[in-house]
């Protein structure tokens, strides 16, 4: 047994250094051959040296699975609390909350991003468990290949397990943060009949919420079975589509000053419609005898409310400054959202129709709105694909909005290439999301 737990040992120190030479690797990289600070850096990554600089750079971190920057990224960890809840202890109810997730969840961590290397040293795996479970359950092995000296070792082990331990002495929000007076007593005059609540973000259920809806969207099972539904042949995997799906941007263009979990979602957080589901009693049909599709697109309830209100406001003369602009583009943004949609909804269809005798719209409308007919039709001829759709399309939704704000406005070149970037960047940003999707 002891030369085991000797083999062991070396097994975790071999753990240790890998990362720490990776880590360092990674910095020597981007410097000069003759570069002084090379030799900084090999003192640095020492693992006593690190590990010193982690045990206190673990105490800006905090484990958690309830996270309160994702309300407001001002609060600083040891300003106001975040929670670390694990499913295992939350009471069961029949409502979805964090305690359906069971014991397969994401931890996630927030605080300094710049400490963020501690919890990648923690979630380091060995032969089944991470680091940081070992020194949960004071591994002794993991002690020895830490460091020499017992004292040191349990001090560090200590230090790095208490990375879910609340950086607040007591619960405590923060004057940023969301809060709620929830009446308890039978008195709303009465300030003492009330709780204070501070609703924290579910980090840990928003992420499986995410790798959820990213599956069932991007997969390569949930692509073969879409595309089993089109043939017409079964498939034991379901079709699931998430309608008028929200994207939440949470800390911008530095995700990883929310939290760990938030930085690998690049900031995007999944919001269901809260919104009863809407009855269309006329079933969807090609668009036939008709030469453009925009006369159909128009008559969409959600186009002709921001039409009218980008018309209104525009007629009122606003003043040329960035408010205005902002204003403008969130129902342009609008119009151009629904636009998407439209074309989501008839590629639902099945693949073709653009293809009948009926359909006389242009080629660039029928392989935006029926790829996989037009792509069937130009294989069958040997016929390139055109490459030019993305802005033909483009171009065609700037004429039509140009036109439709041209009486009594003034519409002319400058107008028709905001619409069209802000339509082209819309597509390209769309297709990103799904090139990225299937990375993971």
Known sequence: MHTISINRQAELRSLISGFLQQRLDSKLDKLAPDDPKRAELHQT???ENWLTSAAKRVKQIQLVTHVLKATHPDPKIDQATNLYAPPRNLAAHALVGS???GKSFDDDVTGNAAALDVYGFLTQEFQGSTLLELMRVDDSDLAQALSSQP???AEWMQTFAGIELPRCAKPTSHTLAKQLYWLTGSDPHDDNSYHLLAPLYASSLAHRVYQTVQDDRFSDEAKAARQAKKDGVFSERPVREYLELAVQQLGGTKPQNIS?????????NFLFASLPPVWRSIELKPLLNTESMFPRYSRRPEVR????ALLVFLKSDPARNVETRERRAAWVDTLI???????AEL???VPGWSQSPDCRLDGASKHWLDPDGVAQAYQASERALPLDTTERICAAFANWLNGQLRDPLPMGDPEFLEWCNRMHEQIKAEEREGRDADTY
């Open 151 to 153: 004292e040191q070792a």
């Open 305 to 308: 409310r921001a039409l009218k």
């Open 260 to 268: 760990q979990l938030n930085s690998e979602r690049r900031g995007n």
């Open 337 to 343: 959202d629904e636009f998407l949609q439209f074309r």
């Open 99 to 101: 305690h359906v997730l």
């Open 347 to 349: 590629r639902a269809l």
């Open 45 to 47: 990554f020492n693992a």
